[in-house]
Structure formats: C-alpha cells, structure tokens
C-alpha cells in the first residue's frame, strides 16, 4: 500500500490537494469517496482509501487526513452522518441478526478495525445514494443495515457500532458543551453541573486521556467547521458563535488547530 505523508500542509500551487490535522469525529461517518482519493493517519499509521471507496469511520476517533480531488472544481466526497439515536438502532438491528458476534470481546482493536474501508461497486452507490436522500430515519438506517451485510463487513461494523454507542464521561461534558458553544464555558460550571469538584472533573478526563482545556478546543473548533460547511454565516458570526469573540483569534485558533485557515476550509469544500 502506498502511503503519503499526510503532515504536509495545503500546496497552494495544487488546488486539488489539502491536508488537515486534529479531526474528531463526534458522530459515526460513512464516506463515499466519489471525487477524491482519501488517506488518513492515525496512530501512526496512514490508511489509503482510494477514489470510490466506503469508508466506516466510529465516534470519537482522532486523526488527521490528506484529501486529492478528481475534480477541483466538485467536492471531494459524501458523508452520512448518525446521531445517537441511529447509531443504537443500527446496532440493535445487529444484534438481533447477527447476536452471536456481540459475544466476542472487544478488545485490541487496531486502527484499521476502527476506520473500515470497502470498494464500491454500482449497486452499493446507487443504495447510498438513496440512504443520504431519505427523510425517514428507519428507513435510512435499515437501508445501511442492508447495504452493510450486502458488503460482507457485518461482524466489523457490529464491533465498531458497540464501541461508537458508548457514552463516557467526556461525551457528557462533550454533549453539554455543544448545547451552547457560545457560552463562556469554565470547568467549574461542569463541576456544578454534575455535583461533583473541579479536581474530580480533571481526573476524570485525565482517565479518559483527555483534558478539559483541550475538549473546549475541540468541540469549538468542529461547531466552527460544522458551521463554515453550511456556509451560511459570515467569519466574526462563526467566531461569535463559537464563544470567541475576536475574528483574528478564532481564525489563528481555527488554524493552529487544523492546520489550515477557514478560508483555505472554506474554499476547498464548497466545490
């Protein structure tokens, strides 16, 4: 397998080309690779999906990635995207059909048990193409339940949907966090909030390998992201509202968190 360094920051001279750092993923991804050649580094280890590739991606994985577009002038790829509630009723479908592979145990998953990727074929892009169209939740994800065993990864995707439905400590404070990313938000609020110390509050995250500072940083900066792709606001109203009150700071905050500007963000994704 080739791999790519996937540090390298946006080549201006090549438009087709972008890399960003310090993804999190707060919901579970399915990415159809339409326009795009996607590779992602994680753990040290960089996983190539190429052009039309599906690539299963579970909540809460951090990594860093390096898109090349077909077509610069399209976006690179499509995304389904489940929230909670979907994501418990994608693995109770499981459960219920494929019930004896949730008695192994999960344990010593590596990335590429986390990141599940599968070559497309026509059939799978047209059931796609139907999952990111539909309005009714049940039946979008019973569609993905069907499009999943059709692609021979259940047993893959039933541990990853097990692991993605856990709710810790810091997907609390995560979820609370991103009710009102606008607020001022202190480590004593929380503290409050849950009737527990300040110092609890810290070993907690720190169990959990994380800090609150850095959890702020993270929930901003994806809100902002999350905002710039909907490009319906303007910079200093994304920065308002992701409580950073000054547009040069949350541009320099957006950039030494990615690794790249809105702008650059903003220009890239739009197609």
């Known amino acids: 397998m080739n791999t790519v360094n996937v540090r390298d920051k946006l080549n201006i001279a090549n438009a087709s080309i972008i890399a960003i750092d310090s993804i999190t993923t707060n919901k579970y991804l399915v990415v ?11 753990d040290n280890k960089d ?22 577009k077909e077509n610069s002038e399209k976006k ?26 949730l008695d192994e145990k999960i344990i010593g998953r590596k990335p590429r048990n986390k990141i599940i990727g599968v070559d497309g074929c ?25 499009v999943i065993s059709r692609m021979g990864i259940a047993q893959e995707i039933i541990h990853s949907l097990v692991s993605s439905a856990a709710i810790t400590f810091t997907d609390k404070i995560r979820s609370m966090i991103e009710k009102d990313t606008s607020r001022k938000w202190r480590i004593n609020m929380i503290a409050d909030k849950f ?3 300040e110092i609890s509050v ?15 940083v993270e929930v901003r900066m994806n809100k902002a992201m999350q905002l710039l792709l909907e490009n319906e606001l303007q910079i200093h109203q994304i920065s308002k509202a992701v409580g950073i009150f000054s547009p040069s700071y949350f541009i320099k905050s957006f950039k030494n968190h990615f690794g790249i500007t809105p702008k650059q963000f903003i220009i890239y994704f739009r197609g």
């Open 32 to 42: 159809y690779t339409d326009n795009c050649d996607l590779t992602i580094h994680q």
């Open 47 to 68: 996983l190539l999906f190429p052009k039309g590739s599906f690539v299963f991606i579970e909540r809460g994985m951090k990594f860093s990635c390096k898109i090349k």
């Open 76 to 101: 690179p790829y499509r995304t389904i995207r489940l929230d909670k509630e979907e994501l418990i009723m994608l693995k109770d479908i499981f459960k219920s059909t494929h019930s004896y592979y």
């Open 122 to 146: 026509p059939d799978y892009v047209r059931i796609f193409y139907r999952i990111e169209s539909a309005s009714d939740r049940i039946l979008k994800v019973l569609k993905l339940a069907y």
């Open 195 to 197: 009737n527990i110390s």
């Open 202 to 216: 810290r070993k907690r995250l720190e169990s959990e390998g994380g800090t609150f500072n850095n959890l702020l």
